[in-house]
Every structure is written in C-alpha cells, then in structure tokens.
C-alpha cells in the first residue's frame, strides 16, 4: 500500500471518510485498481447481480484483476434469462473466480417451504434469500465492492464513494455515472446487455418482485411495485425480523 493511502486507525467510519477525501474525482478504474490492488488484496470481492447494468463494473474489475471474487446471489427465485447472462459475461470477461451463494436449505425449509414468502413477506424472503446468504459469502473479506448508482432511485441520491457499514468498507466507484455514461462504456466495449433490457425491465432481481418500467420512471421502480418496499435489505437494513422470524 502506498504511504499516500495508509488508511487512519482502525475505526472504518474514519477510514471511509478519508477515503472519500482522496479518491474524490479519481476515475472509477483508478478507484478499483487502489481498492484491489493496493489497499485490500485478497481481500475484496465484487458483488453482482449480473443485473441490467452490470456489465460496466464487471468489465472495469476484470481490467483491473480478472481473479478478483465475483459474488452472485442465487435466490432461487431468478430470472432464467439471469443465470444464462451471467454464464456469458464470466466467460466473456474471463472472470476467474465466480462464487455462487445460495439461500441455507434449513432456513427455507423452516421459512418458505411452500416458495411462496416472497407473497406473504417480501422483506422476510429477502431476509433469507438474499441478505444472510450474503453475509455467509462476504465473512472471508474486508472489504466489497457493489454498482449502485445516485441516478438509479431517489433512495440513492446521496451515495458516498466509499461507506463503513457493518464492519467493512464498501465501495461504489460507479456512485456518479450517468445512464449516458454507463451507455457510452458498454457501447466502447462493446458489452452484451441483459436480454430483459429490451423489454423494458432497467434494474432486475427476482422473476416474481420484477417488472417492466414505463418511460420516465425510476429505473428500480419495476421493482417490488405497489410495495412500500424499494431496497432488498443487502444495501439498507430491513425493518422485518432477520432471516424471516414470523
Ligand atoms: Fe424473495 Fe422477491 Fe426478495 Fe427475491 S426479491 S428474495 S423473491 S422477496
């Protein structure tokens, strides 16, 4: 790590907070290449929803280390379309180190033996379809990496570079791109867009809490709709019970 970045203390909010100083204005590439190589090698891992746009960070971590982790969340509950997508951009990229987390069978059988949670509780099937599986896959790492941006949803209008949350730094290097700029990215490379694109859905999840958006909306306003629910809970915590307590 180079002098220039020696993070203070060990008290993250601190070090989240001197980061956003430093990186301030760098590139998004630049931001990845001092997270992976320099301030947390081996111990930073990329999650992705292989979602409608995420192409671009996918893209930019493998130029910067093609070994980097790349965590997947396998609900169950996804679109066919999703997984096949995914398949093509590893394989695309030459991402060497996919790491698919899967939802404990105790728990749905416990909680969603019938499948059908999602119906009833949406926040306790994220709880245990999304959020604990995830926290399962990240206890090896320090720190993360994720692609949400301030554009997507008024709920992400103030989104930080970098955070402290739950006791590792998270970082969103895409946190101020435009629609236009990931568009311009994906064009110059000239990356495959998630086939439900064309069909109007513009941030996907789960096949039964996903639908199309109409011009002008949120792009994640397809999701959860007529729900008083905008976030999965793997990015704000959840005000339903953990892991589905009913
Ligand atoms: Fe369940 Fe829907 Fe959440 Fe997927 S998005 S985990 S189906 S509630």
Redesign the pocket.
């Known amino acids: 790590m180079s002098a220039a970045l020696e993070l203070p203390g060990d008290d993250l909010a601190f070090q989240a907070e001197a980061l956003n100083r430093r990186l301030a204005g760098l590139p998004a590439e630049s931001v990845l290449k001092i997270a992976i190589n320099e301030l947390y090698r081996s111990r930073i891992a990329l999650v992705s929803s292989f979602g409608a746009e995420a192409a671009v960070l996918l893209h930019l971590v493998a130029s910067v280390d093609k070994a980097t982790p790349v965590l997947f969340i396998d609900?169950a509950?996804l679109f066919e379309q999703t997984l096949a997508y995914r398949d093509a951009l590893v394989a695309r990229l030459g991402l060497t180190d996919l790491r698919v987390l899967r939802p404990d069978p105790a728990l749905l059988a416990a909680k969603d033996a019938s499948g059908s949670?999602?119906f009833r509780d949406?926040?306790a099937?994220?709880a245990?379809?999304?959020v604990e599986p995830l926290e399962r896959g990240l206890r090896p790492f320090t720190a993360w990496i994720n692609g949400r941006k301030r554009f997507q949803a008024g709920s992400r209008a103030a989104l930080p570079l970098v955070e402290a949350v739950d006791g590792r730094l998270k970082f969103n290097p895409l946190a101020d791109w435009s629609a236009a700029d990931l568009a311009a990215y994906a064009a110059r490379h000239d990356l495959p867009a998630h086939p439900l694109v064309a069909e109007g859905y513009l941030s996907i999840?789960?096949?039964?809490?996903?639908q199309p958006v109409a011009p002008g909306e949120d792009a994640r306003a397809g999701?959860?709709r007529g729900q008083d629910k905008v976030e999965?809970g793997i990015h704000t915590a959840l005000p339903a019970t953990p892991f589905g307590e009913e």
């Open positions: 609900t509950k949670l999602w949406a926040n099937c994220c245990i379809r999304k999840g789960c096949a039964p809490c996903t999701r959860w999965c």
